[in-house]
C-alpha cells in the first residue's frame, strides 16, 4: 500500500498513520517527525528548520524532497508507505512523482482527512506527544493511561511547541494557501478519497480502512 495522508494540522493524519503502520507493516514517512528529530539533534538540516517551524512557517521545498526522496529509497519502503505531511506544496508533489517514477512505484491512494477549522484547534492545543518514541495523544479526545506518561514507553509526554495557538493560526493559514490545492491535484489524477475526519478517531480508523478496501 503507497499511500498520503492529506489534512490541515491536526486532522488525524499522525493518529491514523500509526495505525495504518500496524495494519499493513509498512513505514510511517512523517516530514514533521523528521525536522523535528534533525532540530533535536542540532544537525545543519535542523538549524535551517527551527525557525520555520516555531513560526509555523514551511520549511523549503528542496529540504523536504531531499529527506523524502532519501527516505523512500531505503528497503523498508519497497512493500509499501505512508507519507504523513508530505507533499505540502504543487512542487513537492511534482517532486513526489518524478521520484516514484524514478523507483519505478505508483501511488495508490490519497486519503484526504476532512475536519472543521474549530476542531482542529481543540486539538492541536490538547496535543501531548512521546518525545521517545512517537506516539501521540490528546488530553480529552485520546488521553494516555497515566496522565502525563506515554502508555508505550513510559517516557514523559510534552506539547509541541508549535501547538500554541497564534502558530496553529498561522499553520491553517499556511495549509490553505499552499496545501490545500493538493486536493484538486491528486483529485484530477484519480488517486483522491475523502474520509469525514470529524468522528472518533476508531471510527476515521475503519472509514479509512473503507475508501482503502480493507475490511476493518
Ligand atoms: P507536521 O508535524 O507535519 O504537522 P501538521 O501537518 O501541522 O500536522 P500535525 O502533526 O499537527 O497534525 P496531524 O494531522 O498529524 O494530527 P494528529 O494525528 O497529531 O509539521 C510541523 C512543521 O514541520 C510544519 O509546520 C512545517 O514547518 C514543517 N514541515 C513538515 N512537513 C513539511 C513539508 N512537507 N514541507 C515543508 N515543511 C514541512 O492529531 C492531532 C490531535 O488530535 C492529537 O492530540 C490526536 O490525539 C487528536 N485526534 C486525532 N484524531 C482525532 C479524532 N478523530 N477525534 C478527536 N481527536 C483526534
Ligand atoms: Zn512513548
Redesign the pocket.
Known sequence: MKLILL?P????????AQMLMERYGIPQI????M??AAVKNGTPMGLK?KA??EA????P?AV?VGIVEERLRQPDCDAGFIL??????LP?ADALQATLLALGKELDAVVS?EVDVDALVE??V???SCPSCGA???VR??PPRHEGVCDRCGAGLIQRE?DQETTIRN?ME?YRQQTAPLVDYYGKAGLLRSVD?????SQ?GQALLAVLGSTP
Open positions: 489534512g494540522p491536526g486532522a488525524g493524519k499522525g493518529t491514523q512523517s516530514t514533521g517527525d525536522l523535528r528548520a520555520c517551524m509555523g512557517a514551511l520549511v521545498d523536504v504523513d505531511g508530505f507533499p505540502r506544496t513537492q482527512l486539538r492541536l490538547g496535543r501531548r501521540g495523544y490528546h479526545f485520546d508549535d499553520r499556511v475526519g470529524m468522528l472518533p478517531i476515521v
